[in-house]
Antibody
Framework: QVQLVQSGAEVKKPGASVKVSCKASGYTVTGYYMHWVRQAPGQGLEWMGWINPNNGGTNYAQKFQDRVTMTRDTSISTAYMELSRLKSDDTAVYYC????????????WGQGTMVTVSS | DIQMTQSPSSLSASVGDRVTITCRASQSISSYLNWYQQKPGKAPKLLIYTASSLQSGVPSRFSGSGSGTDFTLTISSLQPEDFATYYCQQSYSTLGLTFGGGTKVEIK
């Protein structure tokens, strides 16, 4: 079945970087944009950006422009999101989500990866 | 960025009630509005896309309407499995997508 499976929870110190993976299965990964969305504990959803797995093109939310890098490895149907210079308020669950259905609507989501930033 | 404002932020309702959640955009977004349901500890689930199109597999008691700046999600007869938090999301701005703050639907 169509699914996205993310890497496991991470604990990082302030100033470090984290790289979260998202492996797609059940569909052709190059056919759909992949987005990343995060959710701080008890808070709402925050969009971070997208990657076009077909050509590697990216678009990042202005808030994360200088700290986020989204990449992909089509040979293993996996997308990555790396966030650098971590701060305590980056503590959140990070989701990958496939864009399908309507434009920029997310029909398939990963299970989420908890990233905790603490000294 | 386009700001999305949901109301109410929470509501209490009983099984069988008709529930309406509103989402307002800070500028016109045509029909580029999606709705999601999220249960505790789970990823969001797409319910409605482009304002009124029902996602495959979603029960028909869910419906969406609106265009421009004002949108509505309606649950015609609330079921026990519908107690969750609901988010709207604008997909008009290709460079900056934004979500509403969420509406938590609780059991009365």
């Amino acid at each position: 079945q169509v699914q996205l499976v993310q890497s496991g929870a991470e604990v990082k110190k302030p100033g470090a970087s984290v790289k979260v993976s998202c492996k797609a299965s059940g569909y052709t990964v190059t056919g759909y944009y992949m987005h990343w969305v995060r959710q701080a504990p008890g808070q709402g959803l925050e969009w971070m950006g997208w990657i076009n797995p077909n050509n590697g093109g990216t678009n990042y939310a202005q808030k994360f422009q200088d700290r986020v890098t989204m990449t992909r490895d089509t040979s293993i149907s996996t997308a990555y999101m790396e966030l650098s210079r971590l701060k305590s308020d980056d503590t959140a669950v990070y989701y990958c989500a496939r864009e399908s259905a309507g434009p920029r609507a997310f029909d398939i989501w990963g299970q989420g990866t908890m990233v905790t930033v603490s000294s | 960025d386009i700001q999305m404002t949901q109301s109410p932020s929470s509501l209490s309702a009983s099984v069988g009630d008709r529930v309406t959640i509103t989402c307002r955009a800070s500028q016109s977004i045509s029909s580029y509005l999606n709705w999601y349901q999220q249960k505790p500890g789970k990823a969001p689930k797409l319910l409605i896309y482009t304002a009124s199109s029902l996602q495959s597999g979603v029960p028909s008691r869910f419906s969406g309407s609106g265009s421009g700046t004002d949108f509505t999600l309606t649950i015609s007869s609330l079921q026990p499995e519908d107690f969750a938090t609901y988010y709207c999301q604008q997909s008009y701005s290709t460079l900056g997508l934004t979500f509403g703050g969420g509406t938590k639907v609780e059991i009365k």
